[in-house]
């Protein structure tokens, strides 16, 4: 079961730290350049290009985890897919506060751009949930399967 998971786990990482580089980190970057006048010319230190990098790709790589931990917790018996299902316009109103929160740039095509993956996987966990974690059959009350009656 480590073995999965690990791969699993993996996989989300860098599928996140990608969508964290290639769609989140351009426009992010442009809002920042986008401080220029005729007096003042952007000239961004390499090490604020890797801080931004950095933060985008670990906050990315972090949120794509969600649907592991989900699962993780339902393994766990502290959530479950209808408990999930029913709570989802919470699960929604706090991916718009995280996302206002972790975005490293105060614009909203950003913060809607880290909103956006945490409802989608938000979804996506509640399918896993279903789908990797099955509730034993209930034993009806009088009926024992492992002894055999004699007489």
């Keep these: 079961m480590l073995l999965p998971f690990s791969?699993?786990?993996t996989?989300?990482?860098?599928?996140?730290?990608a969508f964290g580089?290639?769609?989140?980190?351009?426009p992010a970057f442009r809002f920042l350049i986008s401080y220029s006048s005729e007096f003042?010319?952007?000239?961004?230190?390499?090490?604020?290009y890797f801080s931004?990098?950095?933060?985008?790709?670990?906050a990315f790589g972090v949120i794509?985890?969600?649907p592991v931990v989900m699962v993780f917790l339902a393994k766990l018996s502290i959530v479950d897919a209808p408990f999930l299902s029913k709570n989802r316009k919470y699960a929604f109103l706090i991916a718009f506060i995280i996302a206002?929160?972790?975005?490293?740039?105060?614009?909203?095509?950003?913060?809607l751009l880290m909103a956006g993956p945490l409802?989608?996987?938000?979804?996506?966990?509640?399918?896993?949930v279903r789908f990797f974690v099955r509730k034993p059959l209930m034993k009806i009350e009088g009926e024992d399967t492992d002894e055999t009656e004699e007489g």
């Design 40 to 48: 003042l010319d952007p000239m961004p230190a390499v090490s604020e």
């Design 7 to 9: 791969f699993i786990s």
């Design 64 to 66: 794509f985890e969600l």
């Design 21 to 26: 580089y290639f769609v989140v980190f351009p």
């Design 11 to 17: 996989f989300c990482f860098l599928g996140g730290a």
């Design 119 to 128: 409802v989608v996987l938000y979804e996506i966990s509640i399918v896993a």
């Design 100 to 111: 206002a929160i972790v975005t490293p740039t105060p614009d909203v095509v950003n913060q």
């Design 52 to 58: 931004l990098a950095l933060r985008l790709l670990l």
